[in-house]
């Protein structure tokens, strides 16, 4: 028999070079979403898995890493998603992705540029409060976006004017 330590179940949006998918990906019981996501090294293990805008569910579906744009986890307690920044400095940024924007808070160890901040990054960066646009589709709000940093063209902090 083989030991399966505690886990809960996260749902969540995930916008892939392929298109929009909803599906269940499962972090341990105490365990950050951030920090599991960037443990995964190739495969990410997701259930119930369905393709936007096509009538079938799959029980299981492997998903490619470096396919993953960004995830939109759905209710989410904001505690277990990153473990706390500090000392820590908080800005409005525009993430452009291709396909669209993300403007978002970005929370990053304070004295660094976001600039070095972002080229420091290998995984994932988190954006609380967030507004995606995408094409001419109207904006969708979003409690939190995992973002992938692989998938990032460009960043920058909003203007303050």
């Known amino acids: ?59 299981f579906l492997a998903l ?31 993430v452009l992705f291709r396909g669209g924007v993300i403007t978002g808070d970005l929370e990053w160890r304070e004295g660094l540029r976001l600039s070095d901040f972002v080229t420091k990054q290998t995984g994932y960066l988190l954006l609380r409060d967030c507004k995606i646009t995408m094409g001419h589709t109207a904006p969708r709000e979003a409690r939190a976006v995992i973002m992938n940093v692989n998938q990032i063209v460009g960043i920058s902090t909003e203007d303050p004017r």
């Open 1 to 59: 028999m083989t030991y399966k330590p505690p886990q809960r179940v996260v749902d969540c949006t995930i916008l892939t070079t392929a298109g929009f998918i909803t599906a269940s990906t499962h972090v341990l019981e105490r365990g950050l979403v951030l920090e599991q996501l960037d443990s995964v090294d190739e495969f990410y293990k997701l259930t119930n898995a369905s393709i936007v805008g096509v009538d079938t569910t799959v029980e």
């Open 64 to 94: 490619q890493r470096d396919s993953v744009v960004f995830w939109v986890p759905k209710a989410e307690a904001d505690e277990m998603l990153q473990a706390p920044i500090s000392p820590s400095q908080q800005d409005r940024v525009h």
